[in-house]
Nanobody, 116 residues
């Protein structure tokens, strides 16, 4: 499985970005998906997830500002981010859960920088 993120960039506080993730292979539609982020000097943290049925969950820090979605036909997932804050600055990673192996597959990450 190959995962590729794109759509990161630099914005001012209050701005918006939409991250995209495209997945290879034929397991996307049966896989749980998620976005994680890693801030400078920090550990990778969960941001949002969406299961194969479309049910979503969000970290408290992003609820009401971020929205995760997916298209099982196009093998794509998105993270729409509004009201960005400097504390959202991080490398954002797309992740797909491999049910057979019991682990996550990761993309290479995309940088999001929010300045005040």
């Amino acid at each position: 499985v190959l995962l590729m993120e794109f759509g990161g960039g630099s914005v001012l506080a209050g701005g918006s970005l939409r991250l995209s993730c495209v997945a290879s292979g034929d397991a996307f539609d049966i896989s749980d998906m998620a976005w994680y982020r890693q801030q400078p000097g920090g550990q990778r943290e969960w941001v949002a997830s969406i299961n194969r049925g479309g049910a979503t969950n969000y970290a408290d820090s992003v609820t009401d500002r971020f929205r995760i979605s997916r298209d099982n036909v196009r093998n794509m997932m998105w993270l729409q981010m509004i009201g960005l804050k400097p504390s959202d600055t991080a490398v954002y990673y797309c992740a797909m859960f491999d049910t057979a192996r019991g682990n996550w597959n990761w993309g290479q990450g995309t940088q999001v920088t929010v300045s005040s």
